[in-house]
């Protein structure tokens, strides 16, 4: 597939960062391994579209490039860059590191879900005068209550209501 490229011949990426930024990414990417190769056969749009998913998966991805053309790694760099609305971060040999904000994850509220584990501090005194009260951390799950005497029980279920109440409520 050939790479087009603008008709002014200018590679501005939609998103430009400050030296301080691109070097913080560079940091970050360090450890990171290339999670797209791109082959023989270049920039296809399997790939393009592979890269998007890597993108908003990590945000900050690296790509292996088998290529020994340097200008040919630049333009493909230029081109993800341009497609996909990253930043190009570091072109280092064979491997280029791209940058693109991650989408905000959206969360769904489950409605029939329990209240979680809850953590309590409970005083315990000591029979014999002048001894400092002991502090135990009790941990009451979902499904478990703590009582007056600083006991852990399970809930109580609800009430079942007989026909006659059901029928009025």
Request: charged content about 30%; overall charge positive; hydrophobic content about 35%.
């Amino acid at each position: 597939m050939p790479i087009v490229l603008r008709g002014d011949n200018t590679h501005m990426p939609a998103i430009q960062l400050t030296p301080a930024q691109r070097k913080e990414h560079r940091a970050l990417a360090h450890h990171l391994d290339p999670v797209v190769m791109i082959g023989n056969d270049g920039l296809t749009p399997a790939v393009t579209k592979e890269t998007d998913a890597a993108l908003n998966a990590h945000g900050l991805i690296k790509v292996r490039v088998f290529s020994d053309d340097r200008t040919a790694r630049d333009t493909i760099l230029q081109t993800l860059c341009d497609a996909l609305n990253a930043a190009p971060i570091q072109h280092i040999g064979k491997l280029l590191v791209l940058w693109r904000p991650q989408p905000a994850k959206e969360r769904t509220v489950d409605e029939d879900r329990k209240a979680g584990p809850r953590d309590f501090k409970v005083l315990s005194y000591s029979k014999r005068a002048g001894q400092r009260p002991e502090v135990k951390t009790l941990r009451v799950l979902g499904n478990q209550r703590l009582t007056p005497g600083g006991k852990v029980k399970r809930a109580k279920a609800p009430r079942q209501l007989s026909l006659k109440k059901r029928s009025q409520a």
